[in-house]
C-alpha cells in the first residue's frame, strides 16, 4: 500500500513542529514531497507543476497563522489548491425550458458508461425529475438488454429500437415528450478504442439530439489515459463535463486531477463502485480530503 499524501508530508513536516515559520528550505522541502506524491499517484505532469505552483505562492511570504503548526499549514495549502485543480465546486446543473433536458452519454467499452447511465437515471429519479433512459449503444446486441434490465432496477423507462443509433436517439426523444419525461439519458455505442467510426456516430448522434449535456465517461482506474481518451472526445464532441467511474479504486486521484487540469472540463458526476445508488455528483473538497487521506 501507498503512504497517503498527507501520511508523507506528516514524515517531513513532523520535524518542522516548533519552530515559527516556514524557511524557503522548509517549503522547498515539502514541494518534492509534494510533487513526487502527485507523479506517484499518475497525475498528470503539467498539473502536478501547477498544482506545485499553488501551493508554493500560497506559502512562501505567508503569516505564519497562529492556530496552526507549519505541518498544518502546508497541508491546508495543499488542500486549497487540491480543490482548485479539482474544479473548485460541484457542477450545477440547469433543466431544459420547455423539457425535456437531453444528455449524452459517450465513453469507451469498459467505462462503466452502461451502468452510468442507469446510475445518472436513478439519481434524476432521486432529485424529483422524471427521466428517461434509450439505449442507442446497438453495436452490441447486450448492451441494449443490459440497459433495459438495469433501468429497470432503477425504475425508470427504458426505451430502444432496432433501427440504427441515430434514428433510436432521436425517436427516444420525441417518446420522451410524448411521455412527458423531463429528463433523457441517451446511452451510445462504446469501443474498445478510440475509432474514426465511433466518432463519426455519436457525432452524428449528438447533432440529431441536440443535447443540453454531453457528458464523457471515463474509468479513472485508467489514471492519466484518461486524460488521452477525453481530449479525443473533446476533439469531435464539445464536453460538458466528465463521468468518472471506478473512483472506489482510485484513492489517489491521479485521473480526476489530471482530466479536469488538462481538459479544462469539470468533473460532474462520480460513480464508485458497481451499485446503482454508489453515485452522486462530483464534490471537489471530498475528493481533495481523500487524496489527502
Ligand atoms: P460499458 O462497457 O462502458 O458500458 O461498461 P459497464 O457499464 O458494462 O461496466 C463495466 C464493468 O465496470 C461492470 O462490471 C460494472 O459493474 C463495473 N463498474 C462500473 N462502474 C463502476 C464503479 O464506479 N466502480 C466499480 N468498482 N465498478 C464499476
Known sequence: MF????????GILGRLRGRGRLSAA?????????RAALLEADVHVRVVRSLVDGVRSQLVGEELAR??????????????????ALGGESLRLTYASPPPTVILLAGLQGSGKTTTAAKLARWFRQQGHQPLLVGADLQRPAAVEQLRILAEQAQVPFFSQPTDPVQVARAGRQEAERLGRDVVIVDTAGRLAIDAELMDEVRRISEAVDPHYTFLVVDAMTGQDAV??????????????????KLDGDARGGAALSVKEVVGKPIAFAATGER?????????????SRILG
Do not use: K, N
Not at 3 to 10: A, F, K, M, N, P
Open 3 to 10: 503512504d497517503t499524501l498527507s501520511e508523507r508530508l506528516e
Open 26 to 34: 522548509d517549503v522547498d522541502q515539502a514541494l518534492r514531497e509534494i
Open 67 to 84: 492556530s496552526l503548526s507549519p505541518g498544518q499549514q502546508v497541508v491546508r495549502a495543499v488542500h486549497r489548491e487540491l480543490i482548485r
Open 228 to 245: 488521452g481518451t477525453a481530449e479525443a472526445f473533446h476533439a469531435t464532441l464539445t464536453l460538458d463535463g466528465l463521468i468518472l467511474t
Open 276 to 288: 446503482l445508488a454508489d453515485f452522486d455528483l462530483f464534490h471537489p473538497d471530498r475528493m481533495a
